[in-house]
C-alpha cells in the first residue's frame, strides 16, 4: 500500500469516527492559541526595561519636581517691510514734463522729483486774476459814488441850515405887523422842510454807499484768496520727495497723464520706502505675550546671509490677538544702516520666551498625558505608595515642562509617568541624577508580565527578511 492509499484510508476512518474529529480540531485550536500568546508576549513587552516581578515590590525610577524660572527661545516666522513706504501720487490732475529720479535712485527729503503740466490749471488762474481786477474795478466806482453821495449831503445840509436861518428871521419880523406877509413865512417854512428831507436822502444814499464798497471789498478779499489758491495748486505741479528713501517702483514717464489717488485709474508715479529703519513683524502665540517687552533685544535670520542674526528692538505692541491664529503682531525695529536686509524677505524670529516668576517643572516623561482618564503625574508617598496626582501641562523648556496643580518644589515624582502604576502600589523609589532627569526621554516602562516570549520560526523569519523590512525588531 503507497503513501496515497494510506492517506485516503485515514480520512475514511477519521470521518466515520466523530470523537477522532473534534480530538483533532481542539488541539488545532491549542496550537494557535499557544502561537498567539507566545506572540503578545514577545511585541507587548519592551526589552529596553523589564521590570523583574519576582517581588510585589517594583524598583522606580523618579525624580524631583524643582522650581525653575522659564527661558527659552522660540523660533517664530517673520516678515520684514520698509519703516515708510508710500505710493507717490500728485495732488492734481496733469502732464509729466519732466521726471528726474528712476528705480533705484536715492532721494533727500525735500528733493523735487517730478514736474507736471496743467494747461487748465492756467486758465483757471488767469480767470481769477480777472475776477479779481473786475471786482476792484467795482470797488473803486462805488467809492467814487459815495464821495458824490457826501458832498450832494453836505450841499443839501448847507442849504437847508441857510434856508431854516431865513425861516427864522423873518418869522420873529412878522409878530410886527405890516412888516412881513403871512404869506412868505409860510413858504420858507415848506423850503426848509423840503431841505431837510433832501439832506435825509442824501444821507441814505451815503450809508446804501458805504454797504456796497463794505461788500465789495469782501469780494476782493475772496478772489485774492482764489487767485492764490490757484497759486498754491500751481505749486502742487512739482512732487517733492517726503522722506528720506530709495526709489523702489516708477510707473510713469514723460508725457504720461497723471491724477490724485481715487480719480480715475491712475497708478502711482513712483513709490519711496525708507530703508535704513526696517519693521520687523511677527506674531506671537498667545501663551507667550506675557514675556513681551518693550525695547527687548530680539534676534532674526534670513535665508540670503545664512548663518547670521541680526539684532532688533521690541518697538510696537499690537495690543490684541487675531482671532483666527489667536496671536498678538509684535514689530521690532531694525536700524540697516549698510541696507543689506531688504524689505519684503522673511525671517526667521528667535522669540525670547520668559516668566515673570518661577513655575514648577518636571522632566516631559514624568506626565502622563496619554491616558484616556486625565493628566497625572504618579507621586510617590512618603510610605513609598504610588499616589496620582492631576496636573495642568504649561510650556516646556528642554526635555522638562511646567506642570500646576497640587504640586510644590521637592516632591517625588515618577520619571516616566504610567497608568499601569495604579494609586497604592508599593515600589521602591530609585533616584534618577538630575542630569540625566533632564537628558531625552527614554521610551516608558511598562508593569506588567502577561504573556511568553516566542521565538519567530526560522522559514517565517527568512520570508519577512526583505530589504524594506530589515533591520526592524518584529523580524530578528
Known amino acids: 500500500m503507497n503513501v496515497s492509499q494510506e492517506t485516503d484510508t485515514a480520512i475514511v476512518k477519521v470521518k466515520h469516527n466523530p470523537k477522532l474529529l473534534i480530538g483533532l480540531v481542539l488541539a488545532a485550536l491549542l496550537v494557535v492559541a499557544g502561537i498567539c500568546a507566545a506572540m503578545l508576549g514577545k511585541f507587548g513587552e519592551p526589552k529596553e526595561r523589564e521590570v523583574d516581578t519576582g517581588s510585589d515590590v517594583v524598583t522606580l525610577p523618579v525624580t524631583k519636581v524643582v522650581s525653575r524660572l522659564l527661558s527659552r527661545i522660540d523660533q517664530l516666522p517673520g516678515e520684514i517691510y520698509a519703516y515708510q513706504d508710500v505710493a507717490i501720487y500728485p495732488k492734481v490732475p496733469g502732464f509729466i514734463k519732466w521726471i528726474g529720479i528712476d528705480r533705484g535712485s536715492t532721494v533727500k527729503k525735500g528733493q523735487a522729483m517730478v514736474g507736471l503740466y496743467a494747461p487748465e490749471l492756467a486758465a483757471q488762474t488767469r480767470e481769477a486774476s480777472a475776477r479779481t481786477e473786475a471786482v476792484r474795478s467795482q470797488l473803486h466806482e462805488a467809492e467814487q459814488k459815495l464821495y458824490s453821495a457826501k458832498a450832494s449831503m453836505l450841499d443839501a445840509k448847507a442849504k437847508m441850515l441857510g434856508d431854516n436861518d431865513t425861516y427864522t428871521r423873518t418869522k420873529s419880523a412878522s409878530k410886527v405887523p405890516g412888516v412881513v406877509a403871512p404869506n412868505e413865512v409860510i413858504v420858507l417854512e415848506q423850503t426848509v422842510e423840503a ?64 491724477g490724485p489717488l481715487g480719480k480715475g485709474a491712475y497708478p502711482p508715479i513712483v513709490r519711496i520706502q525708507q530703508l535704513n529703519l526696517l519693521r520687523v513683524t511677527t506674531p506671537v502665540p498667545e501663551v507667550d505675550t506675557s514675556g513681551v517687552l518693550p525695547g527687548a533685544a530680539v534676534q532674526f535670520s534670513v535665508s540670503t546671509h545664512p548663518g547670521e542674526r541680526f539684532t ?59 491616558s484616556t482618564l486625565e493628566t497625572f503625574v504618579n507621586r510617590v508617598r512618603a510610605d513609598n505608595t504610588i499616589e496620582w496626582v492631576k496636573v495642568k501641562r504649561g510650556l516646556s523648556m528642554g526635555n522638562m515642562i511646567e506642570v500646576f496643580g497640587d504640586v510644590k518644589a521637592g516632591d517625588i515624582v515618577a520619571l516616566h509617568a504610567t497608568d499601569s502604576l495604579q494609586a497604592g502600589t508599593k515600589v521602591e523609589p530609585k533616584m534618577t541624577a538630575q542630569t540625566e532627569a533632564e537628558a531625552s526621554p527614554e521610551p516608558r516602562p511598562t508593569y506588567h508580565t502577561e504573556g511568553t516570549s516566542m521565538v519567530m520560526p526560522e522559514s517565517e523569519r527568512k520570508e519577512l527578511d526583505t530589504p524594506e523590512n530589515r533591520g526592524k525588531e518584529w523580524v530578528r
Not at 204 to 211: F, S, T
Not at 329 to 348: A, D, K, Q, S, T
Not at 350 to 364: A, D, S
Request: aromatic share 12%; with cysteine; net charge neutral.
Open 312 to 370: 532688533g528692538t521690541v518697538a510696537r505692541l499690537g495690543n490684541y490677538l487675531e482671532p483666527k491664529t489667536r496671536t498678538m503682531p509684535v514689530e521690532l525695529n531694525y536700524w540697516n544702516h549698510n541696507n543689506r536686509i531688504l524689505p519684503g524677505m522673511f525671517c526667521e524670529v528667535y522669540w525670547p520666551t520668559r516668566r515673570q516668576h518661577n513655575t514648577l517643572f518636571v522632566p516631559t516623561s514624568a506626565v502622563e498625558n496619554t
Open 195 to 258: 431841505d431837510r428831507q433832501k439832506m435825509d436822502a442824501w444821507q441814505q444814499n451815503v450809508l446804501a454807499a458805504e454797504k456796497q464798497i463794505a461788500s465789495l471789498k469782501e469780494s476782493v478779499k475772496s478772489q485774492q484768496s482764489a487767485t492764490a489758491s490757484f497759486g498754491q495748486i500751481a505749486d502742487y505741479l512739482t512732487v517733492y520727495a517726503p522722506f528720506d528713501g530709495f526709489i523702489t517702483e516708477r510707473n510713469m514717464h514723460v508725457g504720461s497723464f497723471v
